[in-house]
């Protein structure tokens, strides 16, 4: 009897263990960004703006944990008459995995992000020239799905999809890949 439990208590004790960079506890990472820029009031095609994402969170289990992004475009697109550049972001999410593996993790992610950026438009419409120029303040709920792979005991990849902004009218998304490392 003695030794069935104790066999029991070692097999759930390693597999505690053998969770490695998706273990419990805190982790910073960099994620490398495309986001996207669609305004509908202008008709423009979507806007691609490279950025970079600094990420911060702690897992308190491999089902949930908590995480804040700050990041910054690096670029800026034109379609048409439309011209985007982001300048900032930042905003705080709750993470829900799925582990379905040690070294594979899908996860949803929820929260809120403010963001600010410069939106430029320039035309005419039926003879009369207009010029646009406008810092924009967006913020709005976010939300998406990625995926976490464990790459060594400390280091782990990650791809996902974000949706940062949608009033309707515009809407900022994000497909992004990154490093992260828990610690």
Not at 25 to 44: K, M, W
Request: charged share 25%.
């Amino acid at each position: 009897m003695k030794v069935k439990v104790l066999g029991k208590a070692m097999v759930l004790s390693c597999s505690l263990v053998a969770g490695g960079a998706f273990a419990a506890g805190p982790y910073i990472g960099a994620n490398y960004t495309q986001f996207q820029y669609d305004n509908d009031e202008y008709d423009s095609d979507t806007l691609k703006i490279d950025g970079a994402v600094l990420r911060g969170g702690v897992e308190f289990t491999d089902w949930l944990g908590l995480e804040v992004r700050g990041g910054a475009g690096f670029s800026e697109d034109s379609q048409g008459i439309v011209d985007f550049e982001l300048d900032n972001m930042y905003g705080a999410y709750v993470k829900l995995a799925a582990p379905i593996s040690e070294s594979v993790h899908p996860y949803i992610i929820g929260g809120y992000t403010k963001m600010k950026g410069t939106v430029k438009a320039e035309g005419s419409v039926a003879g009369i020239d207009y010029s646009v120029d406008d810092d924009e303040h967006f913020e709005d709920q976010s939300y998406g799905a990625g995926i976490d792979f464990n790459l060594t005991d400390t280091l782990g990849a990650n791809l996902e999809y974000m949706r940062y902004y949608d009033d309707g009218d515009e809407e900022i998304s994000g497909i992004s890949v990154g490093l992260r490392s828990a610690f």
